[in-house]
C-alpha cells in the first residue's frame, strides 16, 4: 500500500547502475560487471561531494559498494580457464 515511501532517500542514477551491476553478475559479465561497478563508485563519490546525498543513504550505498567490491574481487576473464581442446 505504501510502495511509494519504500525508495524516498534512494538516488535513481545509483540505483539504475546498481542494477545493472546485478544483472552483469547474473549473466556472467565480467568486464561490464567491472565497468558498471567503477560508474557506481565515481558517482557516489561525485553526489557525496555535491552534498546529495543525505547521509543514512551514503552509508547505505558505501555498504554497497564494499559489498560489490568483495564479489568482484578476482572477478575476471583472466582467471577463467579455457575447458576447450585444440585439435592442432
Not at 12 to 19: G, I, S, T
Request: charged share 30%; hydrophobic share 30%; glycine share 4%.
Amino acid at each position: 500500500m505504501f510502495d511509494f515511501l519504500t525508495h524516498l532517500g534512494k538516488n535513481k542514477e545509483l540505483e539504475a547502475l546498481m542494477q545493472e551491476i546485478d544483472s552483469n553478475l547474473a549473466n556472467n559479465y565480467k568486464d561490464a560487471a567491472q565497468e558498471a561497478l567503477a560508474r557506481f563508485e565515481q558517482k557516489m563519490c561525485d553526489l557525496t561531494a555535491q552534498g546529495s546525498l543525505k547521509p543514512k543513504s551514503q552509508k547505505e550505498y558505501a555498504d554497497k559498494l564494499v559489498g560489490y567490491k568483495q564479489t568482484l574481487k578476482g572477478f575476471s576473464h583472466k582467471d577463467q580457464k579455457p575447458y576447450w581442446e585444440s585439435n592442432s
